[in-house]
């Protein structure tokens, strides 16, 4: 059973900085992409990074320039580095992880699917970002 787990959320001021983790257990395709999604108060739930095993990154352009997304295969973590942080980012930030049958579909997935919460089936518990003065 695919298992993921956050961690590092907080509270920072506006042009601070955060980095969240995600701990997968479970992966059991050597294709799969890890994104992160966050809701902010209001609003639905967006996708604005993914990462693939195949190492394809992406960004949401709300978050490009700012955020950075990495992975620790040792640790089978991945790390979501938000600079530069504004009061518009705060909200739940969650993981969510996609196996996927080969290259083209894992590629696909951090394309543009990642914008599509709901294309990804595994969903960490979130963690709460503020960013507040």
């Known amino acids: 059973q695919l298992q993921l787990v956050e961690s590092g959320g907080g509270s920072v001021q506006p042009g601070g900085s955060l980095r969240l983790s995600c701990t997968a257990s479970g992966i059991t395709s050597d294709y799969y992409a890890i994104a992160w999604a966050r809701q902010r108060p209001g609003k639905e739930r967006e996708g604005i990074s993914c990462i693939s095993s195949t190492g394809l990154t992406n960004f949401a352009s709300s978050v490009k320039g700012r955020f950075t997304i990495s992975r620790d295969n040792a640790k089978n973590t991945v790390y979501l580095q938000m600079n530069n942080l504004k009061p518009e980012d705060t909200g739940v930030y969650y993981c969510?992880?996609?196996?996927?049958?080969?290259?083209?579909?894992?590629?696909?997935?951090?394309?543009?699917?990642?914008?599509?919460?709901?294309?990804?089936?595994?969903w960490g518990q979130g963690a709460q970002v503020t960013v507040s003065s």
């Open positions: 969510a992880a996609e196996l996927a049958r080969g290259t083209a579909t894992v590629q696909a997935l951090c394309t543009m699917t990642f914008l599509i919460p709901s294309s990804f089936g595994s």
